[in-house]
Structures are given as structure tokens and as C-alpha cells.
């Protein structure tokens, strides 16, 4: 008897627990058989996106005198990115040799930042930086005695060993004769260490590790330079300011560099300086460049936008202007 009631329960509680199970299952089925809930409505979930600052460039912004002081040019580093995606495109097993080409043809003209597709002309909006005389670079100088404003151009053309590069090990790539700019910096880290001198001895030495981002172009052919000789560099223009004219104008004064991108479209570099006793302070760094050829160069204000300098002289300018401006403009000593 016993036996009997404790089966008679067990099915009872088996039953009970099916029908519990297929309820719940048909509420999820049928959400009108559930609870009453109160009513939302559907938001489509979408993925949050990093916003890249920067505007695409035109050479119509150049027909005037004036540029807008706030225009940001592209940011280098999202182009950059996207080149590496584009150089990383390999040919399919079963893709035929013109496809591969029309392909990649495609892929250029793709809008990968700020509505700009690599085959565009690129600008890039830099600070002018001060002791320009003395360094590689774009810079300016200034006489507080003379109140003449200088301004220069020197790039700089030291082979580079293609160290970085994602496929190095294999294929070693290297690149020589570009004019190469750095148009960004960022201070990776910096530290202090006992370096070993002879008879046991010890040195303090300070490291320094920096990443930069810029351009390497084949030859500038309107920059009238000496390449070889940075003693004296020439100024690409010079002209007189009130000293505090100056003051405000210089520290913010920019330069606009627009380029038109060409294989192999990025190129590795890595620096390291050795120690010495007397030498205690060592640089590491890599760079990484986009590469092609400098459309131009204009030299403008931060404050008005006004335009200072275009190299070349005609860069820019609508076609009417450029025989009477080329006529007009000063020339560098």
C-alpha cells in the first residue's frame, strides 16, 4: 500500500512539474500569455563607434588668400591605419591576377576617413616650430632685432631600414632618396639605468623611447634646398613682423602639407643611439611613414588664417593667379 501511494505521488509530482515546464514554455512562446508588461519600444542596438576628427580637403580651399584657422586636416594616424589594412591585401589562391587589381583599384577609392579615400590628396595640418634654422623640419625663426620672420622647409633624408615592417624578416624592406617629415610624436617612455663601463664601473644613463608618424616622399622637386649641407639651411621665405605681432602670431602659425599617396604606401624606421661615459642620454625610436609625392606646402596663420607662403608659389591657386602670383613671389636668400 505503501508502495502504491508513493508511486501515485511521484507520477503526480512528475506531472506536475511537465506541465509547469510546457506553461513556461508557451508564455515564452506567446508573450501575450504572460504578465502584463508595460510596452518598449525597439532601439536596434548598434555598436559604439570612436568618432575620428578631421575633415576631408579640397585644393578649393586654397583658391583664396585665407584658409579656415580651424580646419583640422586628417588625422595621421587613422590614415595610416588604413593604409596598413589596405597593404595587407593578399592576392586569393583562386583569384585571378586582374581581379586582384580591380580589386585593389577598388579599395583605393574607398571612403576610409573623414569621406577621403586613399587616392585623394591628403592634408595634413602641422605646428611650425621654432629654431627652424637649426633643425629638420618644418620651423620658423625669428631677430627680435630685426623683426625678421624666417621660414623653412628642410626635410630629412637618411635611409631607412624598413624595421617594423610586419613582413622584415622575410622580405628585409628598405627605402633610400625620400624626403622624410615627422609630423607627430608621442613619448612612449623614459627612464634611467646603471650602464656598464670598463674596471667594473657603473654610469647613470637615461632612456628615452618615442614613436613618430609622418611622411617619406620621393624627391621635393620645388624645394630649393642644399640636402647635404645643414649648416646653413636656405628659408623657403622670409618677411619682416612687429615684435608683438610676432608674439601672437608665431606660436600658432601652421602649416598645411598635402600629398598624393604611391606604392609602397607606408615605410619602417628604427633608431636606437648607443651609450657611452660621455654620452649618458639614449634615444629609441620608431616611425612609420606614409609615402608618394608633396603636392604642397602653405605656411598660414593660426589666428586669421591668412596665407603666408605656398610652396610652390602657384599651389592652389585658380589658373588666372598663377602667372601673376609666381611673378610676385619673394624670393628665398
Known amino acids: ?13 512528475a506531472g506536475m512539474g511537465t506541465a509547469q515546464a510546457t506553461q513556461v514554455a508557451e508564455q515564452m512562446k506567446s508573450p501575450s500569455s504572460a504578465m502584463p508588461q508595460e510596452q518598449k519600444s525597439a532601439v536596434p542596438h548598434r555598436p559604439r563607434e570612436r568618432k575620428v576628427e578631421g575633415e576631408k580637403f579640397s585644393m578649393e580651399m586654397l583658391d583664396s588668400d585665407r584658409l579656415d584657422p580651424a580646419y583640422p586636416g586628417l588625422p595621421l594616424g587613422a590614415v595610416i591605419e588604413a593604409v596598413k589594412k589596405f597593404v595587407r591585401e593578399k592576392k586569393g589562391e583562386f583569384e585571378s591576377t586582374a581581379d586582384y587589381k580591380r580589386r585593389m583599384a577598388a579599395a583605393l577609392n574607398e571612403k576610409v576617413v573623414a569621406d577621403s579615400s586613399l587616392n ?6 602641422v605646428p611650425v616650430k621654432k629654431d627652424g634654422a637649426y633643425s629638420v623640419g618644418i620651423g620658423y625663426d625669428f631677430n627680435a632685432d630685426t623683426g625678421k620672420v624666417k621660414l623653412y622647409v628642410f626635410p630629412r633624408t637618411r635611409h631607412l631600414n624598413g624595421i617594423g615592417a610586419p613582413d622584415y624578416d622575410i622580405n628585409k624592406p628598405s627605402y633610400k632618396g625620400l624626403d622624410q617629415f615627422d609630423l607627430s ?13 670598463t674596471y667594473r664601473g657603473y654610469y647613470p644613463i637615461e632612456e ?3 614613436s613618430t608618424m609622418g611622411v617619406a616622399v620621393n624627391r621635393i622637386p620645388f624645394l630649393d634646398i642644399d640636402r647635404g649641407y645643414t649648416q646653413y639651411i636656405k628659408p623657403a621665405f622670409q618677411f ?3 615684435n608683438a605681432v610676432a608674439a601672437k602670431e608665431l606660436p600658432v602659425l601652421k602649416a598645411m602639407v598635402v600629398m598624393q599617396l604611391a606604392s609602397p604606401y607606408i615605410a619602417y624606421d628604427y633608431e636606437r643611439s648607443d651609450s657611452t661615459p660621455q654620452r649618458i642620454d639614449v634615444t629609441t625610436t620608431d616611425r612609420v611613414f606614409l609615402t608618394g609625392n ?15 607662403g ?5 599651389f592652389g591657386l585658380p589658373t588666372a593667379k598663377q602667372a601673376a602670383n609666381e611673378g610676385s613671389a619673394p624670393a628665398a636668400q
Open 1 to 13: 500500500m505503501k508502495k502504491w501511494f508513493l508511486l501515485a505521488a511521484t507520477s503526480a509530482l
Open 310 to 314: 605656398r610652396l610652390p608659389a602657384s
Open 185 to 197: 610624436s608621442k613619448l612612449n617612455s623614459k627612464g634611467r639605468y646603471k650602464g656598464r663601463s
Open 294 to 308: 608633396i603636392l604642397g606646402i602653405i605656411f598660414y596663420s593660426g589666428i586669421t588664417g591668412d596665407i603666408l
Open 240 to 242: 619682416t613682423l612687429e
Open 208 to 210: 628615452t623611447y618615442t
Open 120 to 125: 585623394d590628396a591628403l592634408a595634413f595640418v
